[in-house]
């Protein structure tokens, strides 16, 4: 009787983790009799999408798994818990088969040996983007492969550039006087994420970089300047002084309360602005930093990786999906129904005539660069001086310079 | 509630002093079936106290990063992390910062929190719905309330500015969460509204045990109003005083939700605190050994009260 009651509590605290992992928004895709039949491999795989851009990427899974004659599960987590739940899985060697990383992150996820090289599976990245491999890289190795990129740029309400006579600018004198001419009744002139966060950091980078600036060389004075103009705006006026609060999605929201009359955001908000009845909105790559000038825009978007589980044999299935994944044919259909740019130049040109909305993001991509591809494994200190000089900056608590020169001293 | 039942312990014969007498009629001794009985709260206690705080004061101590938890391989350092983080000029910033937020927080609390309750004393209509309406900012999720006082407290389009603006208490919007000078002073605000209900309930749950037959001899003797809560309200109060304050102090130094809620601890990092700085290293900036570090500085500044609440909560049995 006791023994018994004993091994009831022994299987009932064994079964508890099992019950917990099945909690977790896991749904299985895939044929499942493949499966059944007893041949294949069940595969994981794990991502941050949510619907309905997850539905897109679960068919393609689905598809994926199934020409290789394997089942695969996918598992979305929430964006920001993704990292915290690779480290866990790191810990635990529970890593899926297949896994998901923001760009920015991969080469951090890399540099501890926990996810294998791609080249193993045959997968060079050929006649993908320059700037796309390099976020993907870590030592000269490609270890995660992105099938559509993003980025930034200046959207713009159509209707009160017309009112004030305007055309969309393409410097930053441009942008500053007609931020400037745009303020009024309740609207200012321009709207941008300088939250206190990566997010913040990442709209911060390609004012940096269009003018001269570099992350590698953070306080210097071209990355100063890229500061105080940000700070003169919201200095004057023509950004509104809560932008110190602002991420992607709350620019969005002011941009379509008609609050502000230009934005920098990215062609993910591109359904979102189209749902808003009377809101006539183009965009333009941001502006340079003067005339005849370059703008760089920051690269966005997520790679598949393969995660060294010790399985050889699912790691090579997992490294066929994830070329599967960035076939020509899967990276048209992640950018026709979920706003992204297919990382193949040649693909994306093509796809630029079928959608002219994202035309203009065929361009801005192709000149567009990593946040990761200088700094490596830096990203998360750099990352956060970056914003944190911003914050200073922009709140008036220092000039570009001084915020700067702080929060380099502060981390060295 | 604890002092009575610390009261009630003291009243029952302690359990060495029965055991021991009596012929011994089992093959164990009794010592053994006592220690048996506080196995299962040692066995928890090290499981989910000890090992935490062991393991975070050894990872203070380590590079901890984010390779770590795949190879498992921390070098030790010694006491590089906490150099780095007092050589860090966001330190003396986080500590100040610390400091107001948990003095602001814990006067405001506490004054309202000890008005509301003197008032809920006096017997009026609807006080009970009343009371319980007071408990609604404990009951609400923290990051629901939070995301809504960051629209409240919004400076353009928040209305606590609409409103102030329409009746013409300030001229221009104020600054509440984008301005360094006024944030700190806003997340204070909000997390003494957060507060209320812990201070008011447990004053007002105090005010009951003082006995009525005091303020009718007091007030014979002309003691009301003001000396009656002087001499009479406030010596009786005064242990429960102490542990609300105390409590208080704990509760407030680790407050993490509230601030990442409404500021992510900006602007300019003008709501840095000790508890969303060590966050920020950890979660953020995956410098684990450094975030371990800070918050070994916030356990052991938490423990020193603890010390102090054990102490007040002592000397008030023995009063």
């Given at each position: 009787?006791?023994?018994?009651?004993?091994?009831?509590?022994?299987?009932?605290?064994a079964?508890?983790?099992?019950?917990?992992?099945?909690?977790?928004?896991?749904?299985p895709?895939?044929g499942s009799?493949?499966?059944?039949?007893?041949?294949?491999?069940?595969?994981?795989?794990?991502?941050?999408?949510?619907?309905?851009?997850?539905?897109?990427?679960?068919?393609?899974?689905?598809?994926c798994?199934?020409?290789?004659?394997?089942?695969?599960?996918?598992?979305?987590?929430?964006?920001?818990?993704?990292?915290?739940?690779?480290?866990?899985?790191?810990?635990?060697?529970?890593?899926?088969?297949?896994?998901?990383?923001?760009?920015?992150?991969?080469?951090?996820?890399?540099?501890?040996?926990?996810?294998?090289?791609?080249?193993?599976?045959?997968?060079?990245?050929?006649?993908?983007?320059q700037?796309?491999?390099?976020a993907?890289?870590?030592?000269?190795k490609?270890?995660?492969?992105?099938?559509?990129v993003?980025?930034?740029?200046?959207?713009?309400?159509?209707?009160?550039?017309?009112?004030?006579?305007?055309?969309?600018?393409?410097?930053?004198?441009?942008?500053?006087?007609?931020?400037?001419?745009?303020?009024?009744?309740?609207?200012?002139?321009?709207?941008?994420?300088?939250?206190?966060?990566?997010?913040?950091?990442w709209?911060?980078?390609?004012?940096?970089?269009?003018?001269?600036?570099?992350?590698?060389?953070?306080?210097?004075?071209?990355?100063?300047?890229?500061?105080?103009?940000?700070?003169?705006?919201?200095?004057?006026?023509?950004?509104?002084?809560?932008?110190?609060?602002?991420?992607?999605?709350?620019?969005?929201?002011?941009?379509?309360?008609?609050?502000?009359?230009?934005?920098?955001?990215?062609?993910?908000?591109?359904?979102?602005?189209?749902?808003?009845?009377?809101?006539n909105?183009?965009?333009?790559?941001?502006?340079?930093?003067?005339?005849?000038?370059?703008?760089?825009?920051?690269?966005?978007?997520?790679?598949?990786?393969?995660?060294?589980?010790?399985?050889?044999?699912?790691?090579?299935?997992?490294?066929?999906?994830?070329a599967?994944?960035?076939?020509?044919?899967?990276e048209?259909?992640i950018?026709?129904?979920?706003?992204?740019?297919?990382?193949?130049?040649?693909?994306?040109?093509?796809?630029?005539?079928?959608?002219?909305?994202?035309?203009p993001?065929?361009?801005?991509?192709?000149?567009?660069?990593?946040?990761?591809?200088?700094?490596?494994?830096?990203?998360?200190t750099?990352?956060?001086?970056?914003?944190?000089?911003?914050?200073?900056?922009l709140?008036?608590?220092a000039?570009?310079?001084?915020?700067?020169?702080?929060?380099?001293?502060?981390?060295? | 509630?604890?002092?009575?039942?610390?009261?009630?312990?003291?009243n029952?014969?302690?359990?060495?002093?029965?055991?021991?007498?009596?012929?011994?009629?089992?093959w164990?001794?009794?010592?053994?079936t006592?220690?048996?009985?506080?196995?299962?709260?040692?066995?928890?206690?090290?499981?989910?106290f000890?090992?935490?705080?062991v393991?975070?004061?050894?990872?203070?101590?380590?590079?901890?990063?984010?390779?770590?938890?795949f190879?498992?391989?921390?070098?030790?350092?010694?006491?590089?992390?906490?150099?780095?983080?007092?050589?860090?000029?966001?330190?003396?910033?986080t500590?100040?910062?610390?400091v107001?937020?948990?003095?602001?927080?814990?006067?405001?609390?506490?004054?309202?929190?000890?008005?509301?309750?003197?008032?809920?004393?006096?017997?009026?209509?609807?006080?009970?719905?009343?009371?319980?309406?007071?408990?609604?900012?404990?009951?609400?999720?923290?990051?629901?309330?939070?995301?809504?006082?960051?629209?409240?407290?919004?400076?353009d389009?928040?209305?606590?500015?609409?409103?102030?603006?329409?009746?013409?208490?300030?001229?221009s919007?104020?600054?509440?969460?984008?301005?360094?000078?006024?944030?700190?002073?806003s997340?204070?605000?909000?997390?003494?509204?957060?507060?209320?209900?812990?201070?008011?309930?447990?004053?007002?749950?105090?005010?009951?045990?003082?006995?009525?037959?005091l303020?009718?001899?007091?007030?014979?003797?002309?003691?009301?109003?003001?000396?009656?809560?002087?001499?009479?309200?406030?010596?009786?109060?005064?242990?429960?005083?102490?542990?609300?304050l105390?409590?208080?102090?704990?509760?407030?130094?680790?407050?993490?939700?509230?601030i990442?809620?409404?500021?992510?601890?900006?602007?300019?990092?003008a709501?840095?605190?000790?508890?969303?700085?060590?966050?920020q290293q950890?979660?953020?900036?995956?410098?684990?050994g450094?975030?371990?570090?800070?918050?070994?500085?916030?356990?052991?500044?938490?423990?020193?009260?603890?010390?102090?609440?054990?102490?007040?909560?002592?000397?008030?049995?023995?009063?």
């Open positions: 009787m006791k023994t018994n009651r004993l091994v009831a509590a022994v299987a009932i605290a079964a508890f983790p099992l019950a917990l992992t099945a909690c977790g928004s896991s749904a895709a895939g009799s493949a499966g059944a039949a007893g041949k294949g491999l069940s595969l994981t795989i794990e991502d941050y999408y949510q619907p309905p851009q997850a539905a897109t990427y679960d068919k393609i899974y689905k598809a798994a199934t020409a290789l004659g394997d089942t695969i599960t996918s598992t979305h987590v929430p964006g920001a818990s993704l990292i915290t739940k690779v480290l866990q899985q790191e810990t635990s060697k529970t890593l899926p088969d297949v896994l998901m990383l923001d760009n920015p992150d991969v080469q951090q996820i890399a540099s501890s040996g926990a996810l294998t090289p791609l080249s193993d599976y045959g997968i060079t990245g050929q006649g993908v983007e700037e796309v491999l390099a993907g890289s870590l030592n000269g490609l270890y995660g492969l992105a099938p559509g993003n980025s930034l740029g200046l959207f713009y309400n159509k209707d009160k550039l017309a009112a004030a006579g305007l055309t969309p600018p393409t410097t930053w004198a441009e942008l500053a006087s007609d931020a400037k001419k745009l303020t009024g009744n309740g609207t200012y002139g321009f709207a941008f994420a300088g939250t206190n966060t990566y997010e913040g950091t709209q911060f980078m390609p004012w940096m970089w269009s003018n001269g600036g570099t992350e590698t060389q953070l306080n210097s004075p071209q990355n100063a300047q890229a500061l105080d103009f940000l700070a003169s705006m919201v200095k004057d006026g023509s950004v509104s002084a809560s932008v110190v609060g602002w991420g992607q999605g709350d620019a969005l929201n002011q941009f379509t309360a008609g609050k502000a009359a230009m934005m920098e955001n990215g062609p993910w908000q591109i359904p979102s602005l189209k749902a808003v009845k009377g809101l909105f183009g965009y333009v790559p941001l502006p340079a930093s003067a005339a005849g000038g370059k703008s760089v825009a920051p690269l966005g978007g997520e790679t598949f990786t393969v995660p060294s589980t010790g399985n050889t044999a699912k790691e090579a299935a997992a490294g066929k999906i994830v599967c994944i960035n076939s020509p044919a899967n048209m259909t950018a026709a129904e979920n706003n992204y740019i297919p990382s193949n130049p040649t693909i994306a040109a093509t796809f630029g005539k079928s959608d002219p909305d994202l035309a993001f065929v361009s801005i991509v192709a000149d567009a660069r990593s946040r990761t591809g200088l700094l490596g494994t830096k990203w998360p750099v990352g956060t001086e970056i914003y944190q000089a911003e914050q200073l900056a709140t008036g608590k000039t570009g310079a001084a915020a700067l020169a702080q929060v380099v001293a502060n981390n060295s | 509630m604890a002092l009575s039942v610390s009261k009630v312990a003291r029952v014969p302690p359990a060495e002093t029965r055991a021991g007498r009596g012929p011994k009629r089992r164990w001794p009794d010592r053994v006592q220690l048996l009985f506080v196995l299962p709260a040692v066995v928890y206690l090290c499981l989910f000890g090992y935490p705080l393991k975070n004061v050894i990872m203070s101590f380590q590079n901890y990063t984010t390779s770590t938890f190879t498992g391989y921390a070098p030790w350092v010694g006491f590089a992390n906490y150099v780095s983080v007092f050589k860090n000029s966001l330190f003396q910033t500590v100040i910062n610390t107001l937020f948990t003095v602001g927080s814990i006067a405001g609390q506490f004054v309202i929190g000890m008005a509301l309750a003197l008032f809920f004393k006096r017997r009026f209509p609807l006080n009970g719905i009343l009371r319980s309406l007071l408990l609604l900012p404990w009951l609400l999720p923290l990051i629901a309330s939070s995301s809504i006082w960051k629209w409240m407290l919004d400076q389009s928040g209305v606590l500015n609409q409103t102030l603006l329409f009746f013409h208490v300030i001229a919007p104020v600054p509440w969460l984008s301005s360094p000078n006024v944030a700190l002073a997340v204070i605000m909000v997390n003494i509204w957060l507060g209320i209900p812990f201070n008011a309930t447990l004053l007002y749950s105090g005010l009951q045990g003082v006995p009525e037959e303020y009718e001899a007091a007030s014979l003797d002309g003691a009301t109003g003001w000396k009656a809560f002087r001499y009479i309200t406030w010596p009786t109060l005064r242990p429960v005083v102490s542990v609300v105390v409590l208080g102090v704990v509760y407030t130094l680790k407050v993490l939700d509230i990442l809620g409404l500021t992510g601890g900006g602007p300019a990092n709501t840095q605190t000790l508890a969303t700085n060590s966050y950890s979660f953020v900036q995956f410098s684990f450094t975030g371990a570090a800070i918050s070994n500085i916030l356990v052991a500044t938490s423990l020193a009260f603890a010390l102090v609440y054990l102490r007040l909560n002592r000397r008030a049995i023995d009063e």
